[in-house]
Every structure is written in structure tokens, then in C-alpha cells.
């Protein structure tokens, strides 16, 4: 058979630049013709070519996933690539592909999610590119891919049929590859050597009960697989357990505003034991008990303190990381048991030199993400089953949990506000002005608190050296209580001002407070400080967790 690879003349497109995980942009955006193509041809090229290269290839299964997946076979295989390890029907959760392109240690793959951002024809559509670590490309190979964006003007694709990607095997497409995979299997082969199935399978035998709200993304099917299958789950223990390409209208980002069918579950009479939740590419987790949300921040600290007792960490944890604007629970635990801390900036690439060095074992995020050396991704079924084994090897509630942890190592109080689609330049301009202020506000009191430390967070990588300017700007108290403002990396409409708000608390008296009310003085503070309704017109944010 002959094959023809076509170069198509093309032009930059403005914009194409990866936010803090990849480019996201409406789905009529990447539906322009070329634009897709533009960005694939990009990656390669700062890639220096793929020739003779292995890549994995898979999304959430969102609306555009299935086309994007056949432009890119057939890009992958006009520009040499040997082979191509796909997700049957196009499907790969965010820490299943990372986990793939570790087992069978392949050149990287192209991950198609907007992972948290809704879906549909008039949603959003996402792309990136992970390395051999199967960890999210640093920000110089983001960089390099943005700057061939700037200058294309071709790029190659096959001349072909659209490859056959419901069927797993081996096939060919173009002289290339094409191997079809199980989306599910090598990702539950790798968390039976994590965890204790045999003891997970005895707490639901003894008629534990829990739910899990796949939110119709792609967590479905690998939680189904494992709970439901390997698990010994009854059936109906995964809701919204099939992904649909407009995740069924929900909103698929497991926190309390989103989830909120979990949520009245659980705060209901005869609530399951535990529940939980995952995002659209399955990398996100949302942990809790009966009227009982645990903060992301708390989840990372209870994880690192008892990490022990889960097989796959009972050799111990060599180091955490968190970012910058999580909690700073999981530090009294690491300081407990005399291991690093590392803070990083927002986004899980920032992890995998930590993750690749030995440094660190556990990380997370504010943002309901949790993860560890297992994957180079944070990963919602991982966190999860992590909580099962938990429950499962102490026979406690996740109250039980939450409350003990609490008592040995203090509670932060922590909330973030979202003021979701402001004006950009508002937005902008508020940031600029805080970086201002917070020049002078060392040593001065503000509603009788000391500023201990005021600064835009930087970030020197202690493994390669690099340097990441400007990720957020952190007023620090003397009592420990934090604002931390920031500008999402990942929305698609206007600008989103984030506003973390943090508070210690030693006395277990006073652990039963309402986080708003425990907040209330530091959230007063937040929009005194960076002018929140003179530059926005907001004066409540859109989005509390
Ligand atoms: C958000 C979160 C961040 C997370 C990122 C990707 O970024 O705050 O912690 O790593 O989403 O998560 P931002 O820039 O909007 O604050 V996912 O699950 O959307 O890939
Ligand atoms: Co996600």
C-alpha cells in the first residue's frame, strides 16, 4: 500500500499557549480548521521530531475526543512515529495514560482533557503533552512548544481512514503502529500492588456501603472495574459511572458547589459509609464521610501521616510536596516524622522532579488532587482506594480519621474563593497593584495581625535549577494564618481570581467551627487588601470549597 503524507500550508493561530496543565480552549476553537493540527505539528516539532518514537494517546471522552484522536494518529504517523499505544475508543484517564506510558516507557503521550472544565459542543476542549516520566512536560518544553506555534507554516498528516479504535489489538495505519489497549487493565494491575485488596474486599463484605460519583467523566469505568469488579462493591456503588461526551450536563469538578448529588447523599440519614468523587479526566478526588467534607489540604496529611499502613508505602514516605497555596497540614506531618517538605507552585508538572529524584513520595494540591511516585500525575481512584485501605486496615470512619488527626496535629482551617469570569484586565490589574502593596506591608498589623512575609512566590526546582517566577502573591501572618491570591491557568472565559485563605488552630475545643465563620476575619481582610470590589465589581466570589 502506498501512503501519502499530505503538508498542509497552515498559519499561527494566537493563543496556543499551555496554561498550568496544558491548552484549553472552547471546542469551537479547536474545531477551526487547523488549529488542532497546528498545535500536534508544534509538540512535535519541539520534540525535535518523533520519528521511529512510541507515543500513548487517550482522553476523558469528551466531546471532540474521537476526531482529535484520528487527526492525531494520522499527524503521528506522517512524522515517522513507530508506533502508537491507544485507549480503546479514544478513552485514557489523566493517571491511567501516565501509568501506560511508564509500564510500556514510551517516547511521552498526548493527553486530550479539560479535565475540571465543562463539556459539549459549547464546552471546552483540552490538550497535552506528557513526558517519559509520564509526568506533565515542564514549562520548557511547554515553552518551546509555544514558541513553534508562533512560527509554523506546515504540518504533515496521513493520508488514511480513520483507524478502527474500539477494538483492542495491534493494527496499522499508514506505516505506523496502531495498538488499541484495554483503557482500564494496566491501570488496575498497577493499584493491586499498591493497596490491600483482600482487605478492602472484607470491609464491603461486612456490609460496609460507600458511593462514588463518577460526575459521567472518566473515572467510571476504572472505578466500576475496581470497586464494582475486583472489589466486590454491590452493584449501584458507582453513579454517573458512564462517560458521556458532555459528562450528562454535570460539572464534572468534585468539590461541594459541583457535586452536590454526592454531597446530600451523604449528609443524608441513611448516608453510606464513605463517599467520593473524581473529575473529568479522573485525576481529581473529593473524599467524605457522613456530613463530612475533608478538605483536600487535610486529605494529603492524613495520607502522608498514615501512609504506613497501605502496602505500597509501608517501606515509608521519603518526602511530601504540596503547592504553594495548599494548607499547610501535611508540614506539622512531615516535621512529625522528620521528612522533607517541599513547596511548590501550582500544577502537577512541578511534582515530577521531586517524584523522579526520590525527594518526595506524596504530593497534592489544594485543588483536590492527590497523588504519589506510583504515576507522575495526581490520581482520583489512586486517592480513593487510599482512603478505602485506610478504613479498611483501622476499622474507623473517615470522621474518626479526620477528628483524631485533628487532635495530634491541629486543624487548618482553609477555604478557597473563586470569583469565576471577571474581566482579564480587571483581574490583571488587581494582581498588579497587590504585587505593588505588598512591597511595604512587612512588619505593619493589619486587623491586629503582624505580616510576617509578603512576596509573589518563586520557585527555584531543586533538582534542575530551574526558576518559576510570579506564581502567586502570599501575605504570611505571624500567627501562621495565610491569604494567598492567584489567577487560574486553566479557564477559557475571562479571568478567575483565586483566593486561599488559611487559619491554625492548636486547640481541639475549638476544632468543630464552621470554616467560613472560623475564616470570617481573614476573608473580610482578603477583599480589603486587594481592593477585590473596586477592581471587579464582585463582592462575593462565585465558587466556595
Ligand atoms: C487548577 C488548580 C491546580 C490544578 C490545575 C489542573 O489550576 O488550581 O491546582 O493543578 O487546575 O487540574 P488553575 O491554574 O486553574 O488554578 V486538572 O484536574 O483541571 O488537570
Ligand atoms: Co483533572
Known sequence: MTTYVNTIKTKPFDGQKPGTSGLR????????????????????????????????????????????????????????????????GGILSTPAASCVIRKYQTFGGIILSASHNPGGPDGDFGIKYNIDNGGPAPEKITDAIYACTLSITEYQIADAADHDIDTVGSGELAGMTVEVIDSVADYAELMQELFDFAAIRRWFAAGHRMRFDGLSAVSGPYATHILEGLLGAPAGTVVNGVPLEDFGGHHPDPNPAHATELIDCMNAADA???????????????????????????????????????PGYARGVAGVARSMPTSCAVDRVAKALGIPCFETPTGWKFFGNLLDAGLATLCGEESYGTGSDHVREK???????????????????????????????????????????????????????LREKIKTLIGTTLAGKTVQLADDFAYDDPVDGSHSGKQGVRVVFADGSRVVYRLSGTGTEGATLRVYLERFEADPARHALDTQLALADLIALSHELAGIKQHTGRETPTVVT
Open 25 to 88: 480552549k472552547k471546542v469551537t476553537v479547536f474545531q477551526q480548521p487547523h488549529y488542532l493540527e497546528n498545535f500536534v505539528q508544534s509538540i512535535f516539532d519541539a520534540l525535535g521530531g518523533v520519528a521511529g518514537k512510541a507515543l500513548v494517546l487517550g482522553g476523558d471522552g469528551r466531546y471532540h475526543n474521537r476526531q482529535a484522536v484520528q487527526v492525531i494518529l494520522k499527524m503521528a504517523a506522517a512524522s515517522g512515529a513507530a508506533k502508537v499505544i491507544v485507549g480503546q
Open 379 to 433: 490520581d482520583g481512584v489512586w486517592a480513593v482506594l487510599f482512603w478505602l485501605n485506610l478504613l479498611a486496615a483501622t476499622n474507623k470512619s473517615v470522621t474518626q480519621l479526620v477528628e483524631a488527626h485533628w487532635a495530634q496535629f491541629g486543624r487548618n482551617y482553609y477555604s478557597r474563593h473563586d470569583y469565576e469570569g471577571i474581566d482579564t484586565d480587571a483581574a490583571n490589574g488587581l494582581m498588579a497593584a
Open 272 to 310: 453510606p459509609d464513605f463517599g467520593a468523587a473524581s473529575d473529568g479526566d479522573a485525576d481529581r478526588n473529593m473524599i467524605v464521610g457522613r456530613n463530612l467534607v475533608v478538605t483536600p489540604s487535610d486529605s494529603l496529611a492524613i495520607i502522608a501521616a498514615n501512609a504506613t499502613l497501605v
